[in-house]
């Protein structure tokens, strides 16, 4: 198992950018897939980008072009790199893991991520 631990949320103007990450710690890091997972008030969460082993990732519509995805699996890291936030991308941002070289389809949600970090807060004001 892991434990996954976030940081580098906080509150940004329209337009703005941020940079999140989250350190791993416990189990094979290379054997997980990763997942930045966002929750938006009075919404359920979504997967914003799954990043595999080999770094390949997978996101959202909704972020492609403004979000991006990496891990570094000599530091047990990942990273969100957020651009031109919209006060729509305010949310609480979970960085998740579930075991496998290769992620999870995201027609299947957030179902099969088994790990979880305590969550690190986006605002993004207009």
């Known amino acids: 198992q892991v434990q996954l631990a976030e940081s580098g949320g906080g509150s940004v103007e329209s337009g703005g950018s941020l940079r999140l990450s989250c350190v791993a710690s416990?189990?094979?890091?290379?054997?997980?897939?990763m997942a930045w997972i966002r929750q938006a008030p009075g919404k359920e969460r979504e997967v914003v980008v799954s990043?595999?082993?080999?770094?390949?990732?997978n996101s959202a519509d909704s972020v492609k072009g403004r979000f991006a995805g990496s891990r570094d699996n000599a530091k047990n890291t990942i990273a969100l790199e957020m651009n031109t936030l919209k006060p729509e991308d305010t949310a609480m941002y979970y960085c998740?893991?579930?075991?496998?070289?290769?992620?999870?389809?995201?027609?299947?949600?957030?179902?099969?991520?088994?790990?979880w970090g305590q969550g690190t807060q986006v605002t993004v004001s207009s």
């Open positions: 998740a893991a579930v075991r496998g070289f290769s992620c999870p389809p995201r027609t299947l949600g957030i179902g099969p991520y088994r790990y």
């Open positions: 416990g189990d094979a890091f290379n054997e997980y897939c």
């Open positions: 990043i595999d082993s080999n770094s390949g990732t």
